[in-house]
């Protein structure tokens, strides 16, 4: 398949926006990632009684982390997006190919009424089929102690 973006403006910045997206989610999720942030908390509190625990040095550490928060937030939430509607484009395939209703393709689009409205149709299908189910048990049980006797 190709993945080669698109070469307008828009999706030349989307593409990197999304690469750049993808490796620092990536990196923010490994060990070292965290153990480097750990490391740097811990070398800002050591340097506390250096500083004399001064407003500056206190402004450090929270300008820092609410820059990084802000920022990181914007970048998974892209790749979130990004992995969802790869998901959702995978489930709405096979549900194309499967014998299942093609009519729930493209549900993720309907409104919170909706979806639960759907959810519970779909709920009460599953206790019926469960009903039926229970019911050709039965039968094969009893068919089977005939059979037996």
Request: hydrophobic share 45%; glycine share 6%.
């Amino acid at each position: 398949m190709n993945r080669t973006p698109a070469r307008t403006k828009r999706g030349w910045i989307g593409a990197a926006f999304a690469e750049v997206a993808n490796r620092s989610s990536h990196m923010a999720g490994k060990a070292g990632t965290f153990l480097l942030a750990a490391s740097l908390i811990a070398v800002w509190a050591i340097t506390g009684p250096i500083f004399g625990y001064s407003d500056t040095w206190q402004l450090v550490i929270n300008t820092g982390t609410t820059i990084i928060t802000f920022l990181m937030v914007f970048l998974i939430q892209n790749s979130q997006n990004r992995d969802s509607a790869a998901i959702q484009v995978k489930l709405d395939e096979l549900i194309r190919v499967s014998e299942v209703h093609n009519s729930i393709i493209g549900i993720e689009h309907l409104t919170e009424e909706e979806l639960e409205h759907l959810r519970a149709t779909c709920e009460q299908r599953a206790r019926s089929g469960a009903k039926r189910i229970e019911a050709i048990q039965r039968k094969a049980a009893n068919a089977a102690e005939k059979a037996a006797r």
